[in-house]
């Protein structure tokens, strides 16, 4: 569709729409903005998302924190905005120049005002910073084609851009493949300990742990009785399935296009506080314990339709699960909280659904985002044929026409 007018406003707007920022008139000519992604710790473990965070200059009027619009002390020279009832992520305030304020923009709340001029862009990514923090290279690999293929592909950087390596060789990051996991490797001949993993957020208030190590002993173990398997466990190496999302409602909450999940039973997260206690083993006791349970620390929930509920850190507003009536035994559990060693996909716990269809991703036909399914979805396949990966368990099942039926979930392949 065409568009007759010279300017455009963007609208950032939260989930819950208690929130909505209007930005100056901006030139269609001054098109597209450049926007950066960042895959630092830090950054995952804001938003809950594998790819961190990815954001533009604000071109409208400063946000003035309100009993709605909360504020986060992220550094010493970054604060983040967020909705304190849905905690979509919002705005970054960036002190870093004294006696400058610079404001972000989360890209996953922008809307333009109106449809663009034909061909036009409103976003160019230009930049993937802090490569090195992911050691495996976390989404970086399915997000070269985030812009379209008339537009040149984001720069890497292992640490900040233009002020650290950068890496201009073809290929995916890291170069040495040994230092990679293959698709069979899996916490079940480790030690215990070892099989912990971490499921914290930025400001520690959620601070559980992931027991991936025993959660693949018992599968095994309950598959060789005879028992079935959750849907969301790889029968082979039992390690959990992980898939991307690109539905509006994850979107928006996390401030990011393309989301991740992974999947676990409740029995198998515990508090990092008493780690022989699980969580509340099924979806009602863990809204029922929200506020009465310290243990639980500073997670919050938002019901964001009926029978769904997004849980999130109420201090630092990272995406943490999201749960359904439907599947009470389980949650869906945002990867960038996981502190894997091996590195950020954590590919001894997650058999990731590279390639395939990305989940939800129709929500993004007709909008400035409709590219961007079936650049990760080719991005992502290619990904994996490069690793020599086999096709993951449940795109199998689904290509074979044998798929079940999924009770309300986000991101499902």
């Keep these: 569709m065409e568009s007759n007018t010279d300017t455009i406003t963007l609208t950032a707007q939260c989930h819950c729409r208690a929130l909505t920022f209007t930005s100056k008139p901006i030139p269609t000519t001054s098109l597209p903005l450049k926007a950066t992604n960042c895959h630092c710790n830090s950054c995952r473990h804001l938003t809950g998302s594998l790819r961190g965070s990815t954001d533009i200059l604000w071109p409208g009027p400063p946000p003035q924190p309100s009993d709605n619009l909360k504020q986060y002390a992220f550094s010493p020279r970054l604060n983040i905005y967020f909705c304190s009832h849905c905690s979509t992520t919002l705005f970054w305030e960036d002190n870093s120049t004294p006696g400058v304020t610079n404001y972000l923009a989360f890209t996953g709340v922008l809307t333009p005002s109106s449809p663009l001029p034909l061909g036009q862009n409103l976003i ?43 890496i201009t060789s073809e290929g995916y990051w890291p170069e040495d493949k040994n230092i990679l996991l293959s698709h069979a490797d899996n916490l079940l001949h480790l030690p215990e300990k070892e099989g912990n993993i971490p499921l914290k957020c930025h400001c520690g208030g959620v601070d559980f742990v992931l027991k991936a190590g025993n959660a693949q002993r018992d599968l095994k173990e309950r598959q060789s009785k ?83 509920q997004r849980y999130h850190c109420s201090t630092c507003s990272a995406v ?37 269809k990305l989940g939800f991703g129709s929500d993004m036909a007709g909008t400035w985002r409709e590219h961007l399914p079936a650049a990760v979805e080719e991005e992502t396949e290619q990904f994996r044929l490069a690793r020599r990966f086999p ?23």
């Design 124 to 166: 160019e990514w230009d930049a993937h910073m802090f490569l090195a923090d992911t050691i495996d290279g976390g989404a970086v690999p399915w997000l070269n084609g985030l812009n379209p293929p008339s537009a040149a592909k984001p720069r890497r950087w292992l640490g900040w851009r233009e002020k650290s390596k950068e």
């Design 320 to 356: 943490v699960f999201y749960a359904c009536d439907s599947r009470p035994d389980m949650v869906d559990i945002a990867p960038g909280l996981l502190h894997a060693p091996e590195g950020a996909r954590a590919e001894r716990v997650i058999s990731w659904s590279w390639g395939g």
């Design 391 to 413: 096709k993951n368990f449940r795109r199998v099942v689904k290509e074979q026409g044998a798929a079940q039926a999924v009770p309300g979930g986000s991101g499902q392949v």
């Design 226 to 308: 005879g028992g079935q398997l959750p849907w969301f466990v790889d029968p082979e190496s039992y390690k959990l399935l992980g898939s991307l999302d690109g539905c509006s409602d994850c979107r928006l909450v996390s401030g990011t296009e393309i989301f991740a999940w992974t999947f676990a039973e409740l029995k198998h997260i515990t508090f990092a506080s008493d780690p022989t206690s699980p969580l509340p083993l099924d979806t009602t006791a863990l809204q029922s314990a929200i506020g009465t349970d310290p243990r639980l620390g500073t997670l919050s929930l938002y019901p964001s339709s009926q029978g769904v």
